[in-house]
């Protein structure tokens, strides 16, 4: 696939044990698949690999529709914004939680199903590690 910087956004979310409320061994037990949303023709791709993302996905998550595109994408910028700046902190920051800068051009239309799962991931993660993103 040609890619163009501008165009991508990836995200790698690995869980790591000292991070995760689930056990390593309920994490080999349960083999959770990611999440993974992709679309050639713009040229992006977002890999999420969080125990527990899909299960927060069906059980907790607002489906799909609930919520706005223009909502879903102006949380994201400022999700996205915070995310980011907390990557390049990794002594304020844990690395192990905020390990990759997420990509996200706000002049791009990704469509509603990738900010749609963007925005349920930053909805999770703040759950599941007990954080907030915001200033």
């Known amino acids: 696939m040609n890619v163009k ?8 979310i690995f869980a790591i044990a000292s991070c995760s409320s689930v056990s390593k061994t309920q994490q080999n037990n349960s083999k959770e698949e990611p999440v993974v949303i992709k679309n050639d023709s713009l040229e992006y ?5 969080d ?3 899909n299960n927060y996905l ?3 998550a607002r489906p799909p529709g609930y919520h706005s595109q223009i909502f879903l994408e102006n949380k994201n ?3 996205v914004s915070i995310w980011n700046s ?8 844990n690395p192990n939680i905020y390990e990759n800068l997420i990509l996200y051009d706000p002049h791009v239309d990704y469509g509603y199903d990738v ?5 349920n991931y930053f909805e999770f993660a703040q759950r599941k590690y007990r954080m907030r993103l915001q200033w």
Do not use: M, W
């Open 5 to 12: 910087i501008q165009h991508i956004i990836f995200i790698l």
């Open 45 to 49: 791709e977002i890999t999420i690999i």
């Open 51 to 53: 125990p527990g993302f």
């Open 58 to 60: 069906v059980t907790v």
């Open 77 to 79: 910028r400022f999700y």
């Open 86 to 93: 907390r990557v390049g902190d990794p002594s304020r920051f």
């Open 115 to 119: 900010n749609y799962k963007l925005f």
